[in-house]
């Protein structure tokens, strides 16, 4: 026998994920006709995610995924940085070099966790709460690179967010609703085929540890 559900629970989360995959936003209208549910119901449910900042209007009365859901994934954060500094650790300590878990926020990439390495003489310092454009850096463009089919696994960056340093980050990929990437940053030229492979594995075990 299948598990009950709260349906109305249930069709207000199908509201918020429809919104989150609606950048230009939706009608109450648009949004009945791609749940499939009655007009009045998708009011009802809206009007109440609106008192609870998780919905918001703009001027032209379409609906998009209000502030409040930063507070929910504020909280999320803790636990990715836990489950991330152990597998980080072992990143940097094996090549040498500063490691970074980055998650987008919007258009932003922002340094959720950073190690550094503890034995070199000489690494990047990178700090946790750092933004940049996910169009800037190894690790936005990671992120970038997990929104597409049949993409390379990692990408390598130079001097684009700091003079001479070098960055590789790869996906972190198949955790719903999470775009993040692992990466790591050097002073030195990367060994691509080297450092590659062990980057894209840290990712995966962070992706296992997190389903």
């Known amino acids: ?9 249930d069709r207000g989360l199908q509201v918020l994920r429809a ?5 230009g936003g939706l009608t ?6 791609g749940l499939g549910v009655n007009r009045t119901v998708v009011y009802r449910l809206v ?6 900042a998780l919905v918001r209007r703009d001027g032209r009365g379409r609906l998009h995924v209000g502030l409040g859901i930063l507070h929910l994934a504020a909280a999320v954060h803790p636990v990715l940085r836990d489950l991330a500094l152990p597998v ?10 500063t490691a970074h878990l980055t998650v987008s926020e919007g258009d932003e990439a922002l340094a959720l966790a950073v190690v550094e390495p503890s034995w070199t003489d000489f690494h ?12 800037r850096g190894a690790a936005g463009k ?34 719903e609703g999470l775009e993040a990437s692992v990466g790591v940053i050097s002073l030195e030229q990367i060994d ?3 450092w590659g492979p062990r980057v894209v594995l840290a990712a995966g075990r962070l992706a296992t540890g997190l389903t």
């Open 19 to 23: 919104l989150a995959d609606a950048p």
């Open 124 to 135: 990047v310092s990178y700090r946790v709460g750092a933004r940049h454009p996910l169009t």
């Open 1 to 9: 026998m299948p598990a009950e559900t709260a349906q109305t629970l």
């Open 47 to 52: 009007t109440t995610l609106e008192r609870r």
């Open 192 to 194: 691509e085929q080297r």
């Open 88 to 97: 980080l650790r072992e990143l940097a300590e094996e090549v040498g070099a």
């Open 142 to 175: 990671a992120i970038l690179l997990g929104r597409t089919d049949h993409a390379p696994p990692w990408v390598v960056t130079t001097g684009e967010l700091q003079s001479g340093a070098w960055g590789l980050a790869a996906p972190v990929g198949g955790v």
């Open 28 to 33: 109450v209208t648009e949004l009945a006709a």
